[in-house]
């Protein structure tokens, strides 16, 4: 009797252990595992275990070609007491994110605003000529002849021929001069995906909502875009600070085009430069990987902060 | 919708700056400049400039009379005269005058004190004796001058020509200049040139006929050449081509009889005997008209048209250099012989058969008597709308014994332009040739390359050329390189000659533009050119006002006319097979035309032929193993042992190597090297995964330290202390970078090292010489500087630190020897004793950098006083402002440098030269011209499996043969901007290299310094750099800049030391060496308890001293 209520008993929860539970629940969705599974896979071992090992690296002294040695908490302890240059190469970091982070993200928002009130075929050609700089790879070396040291650069032989200079000014290798044009450069670039995404995100926002909206008394244009265009679009909102945020913090190669490398008195060293430096240059990779576990660490705290902000869009 | 109307306009304004962005990206590629003329330092250097061609020497033969009629100033000669080597009067080597006793068999000299001095063989280059086969017959060496004393009966002109047997196996031929009564009588012959003579090793099939060997999947490979030299009479002409037939030169007796001239040869390149030197009276070839003519006269009849024999051109009989060789070609699927799945060696030509003097000779018999044209499948789309020439020469039978022109029109064998292939009978564009051939005798054909009747064009642009340059120098002078279009320079005033050149130069090239046009009958874009510059020119000549502004167009048009030029002379021409076939009817006409079966010989293949020609290719191209691309059977068979071999170059080094490797290592030794061509940057993580090679190409020498301080590359000291004669090929200053804590790392491969560049003309223009010394340099920057013009000094300052006897580091552990601790700073410490283990001394060298001391802060200043004072260029692009003669002088890297001029600045070609840095007279009165050396290296790679193999290979590889071989392989494939740069002094030599650039790079290869590179070296040239800015920026005092960076290296290179537990001394001087020494004693006893065997290799004393050490 007891034997046949057990059976009967249907089977809940409570009866398992969690392990159990979840073992069974995967059974029962079996298909969905196996569709995410191939991206699992990749995701794991191309994402998930490089981060694990380059931040167990961040413990050792490895020089690439030997077995690495632990060395526990040395890299952090020297990376944040016994380098000035790392701190620089902070402050430069934070200048850059600062710029082509907010700057070009309100920057795209507003050109991909204003573009998307032209006719469909304008739009799409100046979309192109706003979208070019990101998709023609080093276009920016343009500027390297522009500002080029060279007394026949564009820029020194025009204000050479105006008077207003004798000597040519080395534009990339001149304190002065490198990070207002790095700046420049960098705002320049970065017109890229997060734009596109917003023309795409303008145009999916259903145009019933600005009638409705105009019937419950929206008053302007500014309260159209905080109240209905800003919420409608939160996704590619997101995404483009997603975006935004990793090319800010991961902005060095144009530096590195443009000035050379390092730049002169490190004042363009952004941490991706520092990193690059101990990991290419110096064969240290275990305190490269230092470096980029506190780099990851930066773009995952403001990436929680962009979020936030976010959230309070439209309210 | 009004609210969207400034929306719209911010967005277009937007994108139009956008756009302009973009623009500028496309545009800013184009920028090029050009031009100019100067002079160099010395008076002979005037000389070699203003020589007189040989069209205005040749022009005094003749004057004009009041009536017009023409007079022979000079007559021919009467007869010939013969000068027999063994008369040489004497030999010169710039050291001794030599005479020849004819008694005692022995050259002599006259010595200081007057004494006569007999020389024995050993002693002298020249030579005098029986060689190959001749008696008496004259050693010509690559240098020195030989002169002949001759007796001419009256005065008269004589061309010239000389029996010569070429010595040497270099690609390059043999170039002597000429004086007469110690004058060279015109420009041409300073650059007498004399071919040398290759075969080709041809296996034989089994009928006898020669084939190609064929790699394992059916490839031919390319034959090796070998020289062929035989007695050669041959008479002195234009190495140009501008001039057909020999020169002749002027013997001026002054109206007296019996006078005795002199005629020396000054050897610049390559080594000849000589039999003999005729002069005689030069007779032009006769006329084709003349030819038929006598073809008539003696019945000569056509040969039948069936009387047909055909040869395939990609197997010359001989050729003049190397670089004419049999390639293979695939334009056509009807080309001779085609395969759609193997590389058939098919055409001659289709790289380089193009330059003037190259040429290559073909042997033939026919099978009946009578007349024969000529025919050849050939593709000629290089020129377009133009012809290319060649010269036929001829030899056998009715020819004569040596090669001869047979008439006057076989100069000008034309080929016209044409995209697809052509069957081209020889003829003149007026008329096919027609020759007498005789059954049963061997003929020889050569076909020279020749300018042709173009050859007069092609001079007068060239003149034309340099006389425009000559304005642009002088309009440069006064306006500087970027003239203000608004000012008036009153050009008419100043400089009414250079106006007027300008006009008549517009003249000149409209002429010749209308000339080609009328010869090719159509207008294409190669005289197109010619009309653009023309119209400049006319522009400025008659509108003054726009000179300035039209200043930088002439610039680059200069430019432009001289890759016109370059192009024009390049008379390439590709040749699949030619065909000798009967005349058919007899008609001793010049306008007859071959008629060869189509169905025979076609010219191009048929639809349908090409397309399952190009099918089956695309098919076969998937079984198609490139690695093993020149892999025979014999090297299978031999190869039982393998090394794995990678380099990061191009593809086509890649290809020279694997042949060379193939064809020579492998087949020797039995090793079979696998090649491969990695990406640079490949072989860290391949190291990484321990897939890497067994031996790596050309790694910078940085890297190679960077590599072998974390052991991933093999010490090979053992080897090198085996095989010390490699030590020979390559100076201190390329093997001592590769050496680290007394291991040799790798041999040096290729080196790279700043000379010095200079225009001759502006120098000459300028009366300035070539600067020897720094200071030499600085005293003509007034001078250029008043004439708009600059200095480009690449920063390099270890260059100047070597020069003072400064040092990149301060001296280490090996100047640490007992006598040197006295009165150093370190005198008295307890350790000297421990400094006389090499080893031991060698971890206590490069631990502080040498910056800090007075000689190493006081050159620094003096450097940054060329930027800072002098106003010296920090950027600039060298090659381009050398060629437009606004930088006259460029301090920068040789071999890439020459490389650059040779192929881009094609129109200053001869007016510049190179030459040793600049140098630092040193307390001592001595001026040091050091340069810095950067090296790249072979290496051994850890994880070697057969270490002895790949040194095998190592060593072979950095032989000077090797290396020489590669080099001049590369030249002839690539062309003349491909010198290859090799660290082997004694490879030097062998390549192609003038005597006089010879020299000069061998004397600053003597001057290297060496730079080892240590743990932590990086940081150094970036904080020079720093230091450099900082004070060329911002004006701060270059000494403080410096010395405030010592301190700021030193630690790092602690700081990197400490990590390979290398021995460290503190900056602060607080340590003393001392301190460094107990600490170093105290690890290896650390690490002596723990393994015995660490101390291997220290001398006794080393170990006494760290048994007893106590911490």
Redesign the interface.
């Known amino acids: 009797m007891s034997q046949n209520e057990a059976v009967k008993r249907p089977v809940s929860r409570k009866d398992m252990t969690k392990w159990q539970w979840t073992w069974k629940e995967m059974k029962r969705n079996k298909t969905a595992y196996l569709m995410v599974g191939p991206f699992m896979i990749l995701f794991f071992v191309f994402t998930v275990l490089p981060v694990a090992f380059s931040i167990f690296l961040s413990f050792t002294e490895f020089n690439l070609l030997e077995w690495p040695k632990m060395v526990g908490v040395d890299n952090y302890v020297r990376l944040f007491l016994d380098d000035e240059i790392f701190i620089l190469a902070c402050k430069n970091t934070l200048i850059f994110a600062a710029i082509t982070g907010p700057v070009s993200y309100i920057l795209s928002f507003l050109i991909a605003w204003f573009i998307n009130e032209l006719p469909p075929k304008i739009r799409a050609v100046v979309t192109l000529i706003f979208y070019a700089p990101s998709i023609s790879g080093s276009v920016y070396m343009v500027w390297s002849i522009m500002f080029s040291g060279d007394s026949y650069g564009w820029v020194n032989g025009t204000l050479m021929n105006l008077g207003i200079i004798d000597t040519p000014i080395l534009w990339f290798q001149d304190e002065a001069y490198i990070m207002p044009l790095c700046c420049v450069v960098a705002l320049w670039t970065s017109l890229g995906t997060a734009f596109l995404s917003f023309i795409a995100g303008l145009q999916t926002i259903d145009k019933s909502l600005f009638e409705a909206a105009a019937v419950d008394g929206i008053r302007n244009r500014w309260q159209e875009l905080w109240y209905i265009t800003l919420p409608t679009m939160r996704p590619q909102l997101m995404f483009g600070a997603v975006l935004a945020i990793t090319q800010s913090f991961g902005f060095g190669g144009v530096v590195t085009a443009l000035c050379g490398f390092p730049s002169l008195n490190y004042c363009a060293h952004t941490i991706m430069h520092h990193l690059d430096d101990y990991g290419g240059q110096r064969f240290e990779v275990g305190y490269s990987s230092t470096i980029a576990v506190v780099l990851f660490v930066i773009m995952l705290g403001s990436n929680m902060i962009i979020k936030k902000a976010l959230s309070k869009v439209g309210q | 919708m009004k609210?969207?109307g400034t929306?719209?306009i911010?967005?277009?304004f937007?994108?139009v700056l956008?756009?302009c962005?973009?623009f500028?990206?496309s545009t800013?590629a184009a920028?090029t400049s050009d031009s100019l003329i100067g002079g160099t330092s010395s008076e002979e250097l005037k000389a070699i400039l203003n020589a007189a061609s040989y069209l205005e020497y040749s022009s005094k033969f003749y004057t004009t009379d009041n009536a017009g009629n023409q007079i022979t100033v000079y007559e021919k000669g009467a007869e010939a005269i013969v000068l027999d080597a063994k008369d040489v009067f004497s030999y010169s080597d710039g050291k001794y005058t030599y005479r020849y006793d004819k008694e005692k068999s022995s050259f002599y000299y006259v010595d200081d004190a007057g004494a006569i001095v007999y020389v024995t063989e050993s002693e002298v280059a020249v030579r005098l004796g029986s060689y190959a086969d001749r008696e008496d017959v004259l050693l010509s060496p690559a240098n020195g001058t030989l002169t002949w004393e001759v007796t001419i009966p009256q005065t008269g002109r004589y061309a010239m020509e000389i029996v010569y047997y070429p010595l040497g196996e270099n690609s390059t031929s043999i170039e002597r200049t000429l004086y007469i009564n110690g004058k060279v009588p015109f420009d041409q012959a300073r650059y007498l040139t004399l071919s040398k003579i290759w075969e080709y090793e041809y296996p034989l099939d089994e009928d006898g006929n020669p084939t190609f060997k064929q790699d394992i999947n059916g490839n031919e490979i390319k034959p090796s050449a070998v020289t062929a030299p035989e007695w050669t009479t041959v008479s002195f002409t234009d190495p140009n081509g501008f001039y057909q037939g020999a020169f002749e030169f002027v013997f001026d007796n002054e109206g007296k009889s019996n006078v005795t001239h002199t005629l020396a040869l000054t050897s610049t390149r390559e080594s000849m005997y000589i039999d003999s030197i005729r002069l005689y009276p030069y007779e032009e070839a006769q006329s084709y008209e003349d030819v038929l003519a006598m073809y008539e006269a003696n019945g000569w009849q056509a040969a039948s048209s069936d009387a047909q024999i055909r040869f395939e051109a990609e197997k010359p009989y001989r050729v003049s250099d190397t670089s004419v060789f049999a390639a293979n070609d695939r334009s056509s699927a009807v080309n001779s012989p085609i395969s759609s799945g193997s590389q058939l060696l098919n055409v001659l030509g289709n790289t380089s058969y193009d330059t003037i003097g190259q040429w290559a000779s073909y042997k033939f018999t026919v099978p009946e008597d009578g007349l024969y044209s000529i025919s050849i499948r050939c593709k000629q789309d290089k020129l377009a709308g133009m012809y290319t020439s060649r010269t036929i020469r001829l030899a056998g039978g009715i020819y004569g014994d040596t090669l001869a022109v047979p008439f006057a029109e076989a100069y000008n064998a034309r080929f016209n332009y044409d995209k697809a292939w052509q069957i081209a009978t020889l003829g003149d564009g007026e008329s096919v040739f027609q020759f007498y051939f005789q059954k049963g005798v061997e003929y020889t054909m050569a076909l020279d390359v020749s300018l042709g009747t173009l050859a007069e064009t092609i001079e007068t642009v060239e003149d034309s050329l340099n006389i425009i340059n000559n304005c642009y120098l002088e309009i440069l002078k006064l306006t500087g390189a970027?003239p203000d279009e608004y000012r008036d320079y009153k050009f008419s005033r100043v400089m009414p000659e250079t106006v007027r050149n300008l006009l008549r130069q517009y003249k000149v090239l409209d002429g010749v533009s209308k000339e080609l046009t009328e010869l090719s009958g159509s207008k294409g874009a190669h005289v197109a050119t010619l009309d653009k510059v023309s119209f400049l020119l006319y522009t400025m000549g008659y509108h003054e006002d726009k000179i300035a502004a039209n200043l930088s167009d002439l610039k680059s048009y200069i430019g432009t006319l001289g890759t016109w030029l370059n192009s024009s002379k390049q008379q390439s021409l590709m040749m699949d097979y030619i065909v000798v076939c009967g005349v058919g009817e007899t008609t001793y006409e010049a306008s007859y035309e071959a008629q060869l079966d189509e169905k025979k010989y076609p010219e191009n293949a048929s639809f349908l032929q090409s397309i399952g020609f190009e099918i089956s290719s695309f098919f076969m191209s998937f079984f198609v193993d490139y690695d093993q691309m020149g892999i025979t059977d014999d090297i299978v068979d031999v190869s039982d042992k393998s090394i794995e071999v990678w380099l990061a170059t191009g593809r086509d080094q890649a290809n020279i190597w694997r042949g060379i490797f193939n064809s020579e290592f492998t087949a020797d030794t039995g090793i079979a090297i696998d090649l491969k061509l990695v990406t640079a940057g490949t072989l860290?993580p391949s190291?990484?995964a321990k897939q890497g090679p067994d031996v790596y190409m050309g790694l910078d020498s940085s890297s190679v330290i960077?590599?072998a301080i974390?052991?991933?590359v093999v010490p090979i000291t053992k080897y090198v202390e085996q095989d010390s004669e490699i030590l020979n090929d390559f100076n201190d200053a390329c093997m001592g970078p590769l050496i680290m804590l007394g291991e040799y790392y790798g041999v040096p491969e290729t080196v790279s090292f700043s000379m010095m560049f200079y225009r001759k003309d502006a120098l000459a223009n300028l009366g300035i010489s070539v600067p020897q010394t720094w200071d030499d340099l600085l005293t003509a920057v007034p001078v250029l500087q008043s004439s708009n013009m600059l200095i480009g000094l690449t920063r390099n300052y270890n260059m100047f630190l070597y020069q003072a006897g400064g040092d990149r580091w301060e001296k280490g552990g090996s100047g640490y020897g007992t006598e040197e601790f006295v009165g150093t700073q370190y005198e008295g410490t307890k350790y000297t004793d421990l400094m006389q283990d090499e080893k031991f001394s060698s971890y206590f060298d490069y631990m502080t950098i040498g910056y800090g001391t007075n000689t190493a802060l006081d050159t620094f200043k003096y450097m940054c006083r060329f930027y800072t004072d002098y106003?010296f260029?920090?950027?600039?692009?060298a090659a381009n402002r050398f060629r437009t003669g606004e930088m006259p002088l460029v301090i920068s890297d040789a071999v890439g440098m020459y490389n650059q001029l040779t192929v881009f600045a094609t129109e200053i070609r001869g007016l510049w030269m190179f030459t040793k840095v600049p140098g630092t007279v040193r307390s001592d009165g001595k001026n040091y011209q050091t340069s810095i050396a950067g090296v790249t290296a072979v290496i051994m790679m850890n994880g070697v499996e057969d270490a002895d193999s790949s040194w095998e290979f190592i060593k072979w590889q950095v032989s000077p043969d090797v290396q020489s071989y590669y080099g001049n392989n590369m030249v002839s494939l690539i062309g003349p901007s491909a010198k290859y740069a090799t660290a082997n002094m004694n490879a030097l030599l062998k390549m192609s290299w003038t005597t006089e650039e010879y020299n000069e790079l061998y004397s600053q290869f003597q001057e290297l310094a060496l730079i080892p590179n240590y743990p932590g070296a990086?940081i150094i040239d970036?904080y020079l750099?720093?230091a450099f800015?900082?004070s060329?920026?911002?004006g701060l005092e270059p000494v403080e800049q410096l010395e405030g960076y010592v301190k700021t290296i030193n630690k790092e290179i602690t700081r990197?030391r400490e990590?390979f537990d290398l021995p460290v001394l503190e900056d602060d001087r607080e340590k003393t060496i001392d301190d460094s020494i107990d600490a170093y004693l105290a690890y290896l006893k650390e690490i002596s308890e723990k393994d015995p065997g660490a101390l291997d290799g220290y001398s006794d004393l080393v170990k006494e001293y760290v048994k007893n050490y106590e911490v």
């Open positions: 609210r969207t929306v719209r911010m967005a277009l937007l994108a956008m756009l962005g973009a500028g990206v800013s920028s970027e860290l190291v990484l960077n590599y974390r052991s991933a106003g260029p920090v950027t600039f692009d990086y970036r750099e720093f800015l900082n060329y920026n911002d990197k990590e």
